[in-house]
């Protein structure tokens, strides 16, 4: 619905976020319950959507809003510790944004315990879009530069973590009666994360040099999951995103009403 | 392997106190310790990665 999208719009210029990444509650829900339950193994799925590309805007900008999942078995060789995806759930994924069905797909994965991304889920979103080249279309992936992948930790706190190489992006964690909007920093905020980043690539990915240069440059998000619990709510968030939606909810009983009118 | 730490309250600085072989114990043993640890926020996090402190 068009409405979706000028909600969205409106959070996102408030914001001045140059990428908007929108999460259904309910995706988030799901892999929490399945990152606190499992130890021994990474789980993960791809997450589907739309997204808008503001072209004609003072500056372009882009919105993503992720509504559905698809859970995959994890075909790493040490899945406690990584997760890979089989490469015919990537082809089944495909073959649903070729019908028609989704425009937008990131990957998510799980944490059994509350830690950051590692160095080997950094080198598979660096290594995203040739790993998706030959398969998805290219409607897909014309803006998977921009787009975060995910980690849902499942240790005493619970987290919801982006990330990507991009400078300046906002997730907006949602449902009908809680949000939360969480801003993008960079890895250079974070010194130990940094050093931890900053060797381990060299250690894991030795002969990947492009990498080590990139490994720095990653930002990302951090939400806690009772926030979203709670329906915490960043300071001030609250009346200007509820007047928002009560504003499109206004103009929507008043189309239907015009609308009925017609008839 | 699950290093069960000790996060500073103040400082968020964070130290490995204990190891443990898996989550339930890691949950097991915090639930057990935690109150000899009033400075600390414990959490537990896998060997070699690297834990998040908000």
Redesign the interface.
Known sequence: MAERWDVFRRIGERHKADVLIVIDRDIVDYFTDIAKATDDREMGGFLLGDYVYYSGSPKPWLIAHFHDYVQVPNVSEKPETTFAFPEESLREVADMISAGRYSAFTLLHTHPSDSFFSVEDLHVHYRFRLLISDVVPEEARRFQHFIPHFTITGGEVGYAVSYMDYLHWVCYYYDESAYLVVSSKSVDSNPELRRHLFWMARVKFPDDFEFHLGVTDYHYTVAKISDLEEIFIRGGETEDVERIIEEMKERMRKEIERRLRQL | M?NIICIDKITKEWRVIHTVS???E??EW?RAHESEYPDCI?????E?????I?
């Open positions: 699950y898996s989550k339930r890691a949950i915090i414990l959490n537990f996090v896998r070699g990665f690297e834990p998040i908000e």
